[in-house]
């Protein structure tokens, strides 16, 4: 009896099966890939290339590596050395680079998706 009640309640909390699965995505090309990979590669040089160039970026970046976070992660890799210290300055701009052009490459394939589809 208890047993019963317990099933019976167990059953209550399932959440029913999906109906219908929203229709597979098209496999992706490997010339799409590498595309998409170049464009990304691109796209992260042409961010890191504003940190060489722009004065605010610049200004930006010594900033942040002046922060006493910044200065933890000196502590928590065991970086003594003036050069260990821009290596990882460079690995956080390059870091920020690419997580950068990750986004902007994400919205313009969204972008891109809509407006295929609302051609069709």
């Known amino acids: 009896m208890i047993k019963a009640q317990i099933l019976r309640k167990v059953m ?7 109906r219908q699965q929203a229709a597979p995505s098209r ?3 490997v010339t ?3 595309i998409r990979t170049v464009i990304l590669v691109g796209l992260t040089l042409a961010f890191a290339s504003v940190f060489r160039f722009w004065q605010p970026a610049i200004k930006l970046a010594q900033h942040v590596a002046g922060t006493s976070a910044w200065q933890e992660l000196y502590s928590l890799f065991h970086i003594e050395s003036g050069l260990g210290r821009e290596q990882l300055i460079l690995t956080g701009i390059m870091i920020v680079c690419f ?3 990750l986004a902007v490459q994400s919205i313009g394939l969204l972008v891109f998706q809509r407006i295929r589809k609302s051609r069709s």
């Open 99 to 101: 997580l950068t052009a």
């Open 27 to 29: 496999e992706v090309s």
């Open 12 to 18: 209550r909390l399932k959440k029913p099966a999906a």
């Open 32 to 34: 799409e890939t590498l």
